[in-house]
Nanobody, 119 residues
């Protein structure tokens, strides 16, 4: 059973950086899974932010973050990171990590970590 636990959120000023962590359990190193980060602001739907292949490390990003955020994976710690630089007030949201089989739907979610960016 795949489990994910986020940490690292907080309140920062615009232009600052934060790093979110997603501790993943239940995935073997060769598992054909992808781990993604999503965010949801109050009153809005859940938005894709970035994803990484669990076995190969390929990545993709939404256009709104691709020049500022970096997703990475530590295979030893079984943790996926989201490094967020040059944060903007519009990045304020609850951030979730989730797991899906390659080509499948994200069906396993963490509890979320709040990021608040003030101007």
């Amino acid at each position: 059973q795949v489990q994910l636990v986020e940490s690292g959120g907080g309140s920062v000023q615009a232009g600052s950086s934060l790093r979110l962590s997603c501790a993943v359990s239940g995935l073997a190193p060769s598992s054909r899974y992808q781990v993604g980060w999503f965010r949801q602001a109050p009153g809005l739907g859940r938005q894709f932010v970035a994803r990484i292949s669990w076995s190969g490390g390929s990545t993709s990003y939404s256009d709104s973050v691709k020049d500022r955020f970096t997703i990475s994976k530590d295979g030893i710690k079984n943790t996926v990171y989201l490094q967020m630089n040059s944060l903007k007030p519009e990045d304020t949201a609850m951030y979730f990590c989730a797991a899906a089989t390659m080509g499948g739907t994200y069906d396993c979610w963490g509890q979320g970590s709040q990021v608040t960016v003030s101007s």
